[in-house]
């Protein structure tokens, strides 16, 4: 059974949207982390979900960031993401359409949004969903230069439109959030390894 969504939410882009220099992250695991995990918490009071990530690329910030704002090929490394289009583009901040699949209790949604991002080149990118089926989701992902490898800190402020996921909706959100930011780390490794190889 595929069930499709589409809400409506405010159309403001500046409104709420963070637009500061990195934030300082507080990792509560620090001390057993390791590189290859995606350090991943989630909170949820029955109203709101918010999600706080961190992972590790032993690559530059500059691949880093090509890879995430990668936009229009989304879908080629992005297992649950059907279609993603960047519609319309102003500066630093851009329009993207994103058709998605995920599947929950035995039901596959199909969800529909429009994402408006603000991005501060090689440093933060900020999306605020305009139109979707959340009644409100911003994300803002930081990304964070230290020797070799470079440091993705992953944010997200999460309202649903769908009383089950009020309750149950952060472990569906929270398996969903880990397995794309994992993806998101294959795939910059993939490429850098791509790099590496035309090197040579």
Same mark, same amino acid.
């Given at each position: 059974?595929? !069930?499709?969504?589409?809400?409506?939410?405010?159309?403001?882009?500046?409104?709420?949207?963070?637009?500061?220099?990195?934030?300082?992250?507080?990792?509560?695991?620090?001390?057993?982390?390791?590189?290859?995990?995606?350090?991943?918490?989630?909170?949820?009071?029955?109203?709101?979900?918010?999600?706080?990530?961190?992972? %590790?690329?032993?690559?530059?910030?500059?691949?880093?960031?090509?890879?995430?704002?990668?936009?229009?090929?989304?879908?080629?490394?992005?297992?649950?993401?059907?279609?993603?289009?960047?519609?319309?583009?102003?500066?630093?901040?851009?329009?993207?359409?994103?058709?998605? !699949?995920?599947?929950?209790?035995?039901?596959?949604?199909?969800?529909?949004?429009?994402?408006?991002?603000?991005? %501060?080149?090689?440093?933060?990118?900020?999306?605020?969903? !305009?139109?979707?089926?959340?009644?409100?989701?911003?994300?803002?992902?930081?990304?964070?230069?230290?020797?070799?490898?470079?440091?993705?800190?992953?944010?997200?402020?999460?309202?649903?439109?769908?009383?089950?996921?009020?309750?149950?909706?952060?472990?569906?959100?929270?398996?969903?959030?880990?397995?794309?930011?994992?993806?998101?780390?294959?795939?910059?490794?993939?490429?850098?390894?791509?790099?590496?190889?035309?090197?040579?």
């Amino acid at each position: 059974m595929t !069930i499709s969504f589409f809400l409506f939410s405010s159309p403001s882009f500046s409104e709420g949207m963070d637009k500061t220099e990195p934030s300082n992250y507080k990792d509560n695991n620090n001390n057993n982390k390791n590189q290859n995990d995606i350090n991943l918490s989630i909170q949820n009071d029955g109203e709101k979900i918010i999600l706080d990530a961190h992972y %590790i690329v032993p690559a530059p910030a500059s691949l880093v960031w090509e890879t995430l704002t990668d936009f229009d090929n989304f879908p080629s490394f992005k297992s649950s993401m059907l279609s993603s289009k960047v519609s319309s583009k102003k500066g630093n901040t851009l329009r993207v359409t994103q058709v998605s !699949i995920i599947k929950l209790s035995g039901a596959s949604f199909n969800f529909e949004t429009i994402k408006e991002i603000y991005l %501060i080149p090689f440093k933060k990118i900020n999306k605020r969903m !305009i139109s979707g089926n959340m009644h409100k989701m911003m994300e803002t992902t930081e990304i964070i230069s230290k020797g070799t490898n470079t440091h993705i800190y992953y944010h997200a402020d999460i309202v649903p439109n769908m009383w089950i996921l009020n309750y149950i909706g952060h472990i569906f959100i929270e398996d969903e959030a880990r397995e794309q930011l994992q993806q998101d780390r294959n795939e910059i490794i993939r490429r850098k390894k791509i790099t590496t190889t035309l090197i040579k």
